[in-house]
């Protein structure tokens, strides 16, 4: 029989890309990962590893036997999330992983709710952009994690993952002027008036960063991006202060009052989706049913505080385990 812990090690291997990046992640000695990833070829009596420039990358029959990992490791987490569930109060820790507005707008009243609920359970959560979120969670760095999604620009959806949709958070131009009037002119119009304009925009390799440069060119004009940054309340403050236009969400509110001029966006750009993602078999665990109850509950009492996000489904008071 082979070895788990040397196979886990192939698993990480395939997600992580290098043999440093897992001695890294795992607290090993890249001389000590090595000498398992031989071992367990030695075992299982093919070469697991081939060279590709300098570094290395797994044959076919290494994927075969990180497919065969997976399901294994895919078994025992819900053997972990029936434990968990057998027990009177959640313990233990929950990792979770959120992009910036949502980390505002809605973690900390969850992390509220499951704090009164739930106080032998610790929450770790880290500031982190999808893109390096979602991968991060297939290779176990997380348990949860908030993504988002913008109209047009779908979000790889491995089989290893489990998507569960929180809310529709509107898109708006964000105008880095006083409005001269009402919005008279269309969607289209108030895009292409800030043709000539500086923008802020998300870095390059984002999403929100190729949905915006898609619709800027749709309406007719490459935008003059001056300022990069994931920062949504940098982009607000570029906004309020006239140095720049950008699209903004209306979770950067937290339920206040907008203090810029917002317009809408031409129709099917009007709004991102927001969404839990979790491994495929964590799903049950009590901890990640009870963070994504509380995030429902969030989103509740967000929208009740402003007109913003819509709920897509609906908290239901005691659907965690008590």
């Not at 709710?113 to 991968?135: F, G, N, S």
């Not at 964000?174 to 304009?197: C, E, F």
Request: net charge negative.
């Amino acid at each position: 029989m082979f070895d788990l812990h040397r196979l886990r090690l192939l698993r990480e291997l395939k997600h992580r890309g290098t043999l440093a990046a897992v001695a890294a992640a795992l607290s090993y000695a890249p001389s000590s990962v090595s000498q398992q990833l031989s071992q367990l070829e030695a075992e299982v009596g093919v070469p697991l590893l081939e060279p590709a420039g300098r570094r290395v990358r797994l044959t076919e029959q290494a994927e075969i036997l990180v497919a065969h990992t997976e399901a294994v490791l895919e078994r025992l987490e819900r053997a972990e999330a029936d434990i968990a569930t057998s027990l009177s109060d959640l313990t233990g820790t929950l990792r979770v992983a959120s992009f910036q507005t949502a980390a505002l707008a809605l973690v900390p009243t969850a992390l509220g709710l499951l704090r009164d609920r739930h106080p032998q359970l610790r929450v770790h959560v880290t500031h982190m952009e999808p893109e390096k979120a979602l991968p991060a969670l297939l290779a176990r760095d997380f348990d949860l994690v908030l993504a988002e999604e913008y109209p047009g620009n779908p979000n790889p959806r491995p089989s290893e993952l489990e998507q569960e949709d929180l809310l529709d958070d509107p898109l708006r131009l964000a105008l880095p002027h006083p409005a001269d009037g009402q919005d008279t002119d269309g969607a289209m119009a108030a895009l292409r008036s800030l043709a000539g304009h500086a923008w802020v925009m998300e870095p390059e390799g984002t999403a929100a960063r190729h949905w915006a440069m898609t619709l800027c060119r749709n309406a007719g004009f490459e935008p003059d991006v001056r300022f990069e940054t994931t920062d949504l309340l940098l982009h607000l403050r570029l906004v309020e202060q006239q140095h720049a236009a950008a699209f903004l969400p209306d979770l950067v509110w937290d339920g206040h009052s907008p203090t810029v001029t917002l317009r809408q966006l031409p129709r099917g750009q009007r709004a991102r989706r927001i969404s839990t993602v979790v491994r495929r078999g964590g799903s049950r665990h009590p901890a990640v049913l009870a963070c994504r109850d509380a995030l429902l509950h969030a989103v509740t009492l967000h929208s009740g505080r402003a007109e913003g996000g819509t709920p897509r489904t609906h908290f239901e008071r005691g659907s965690a385990k008590p």
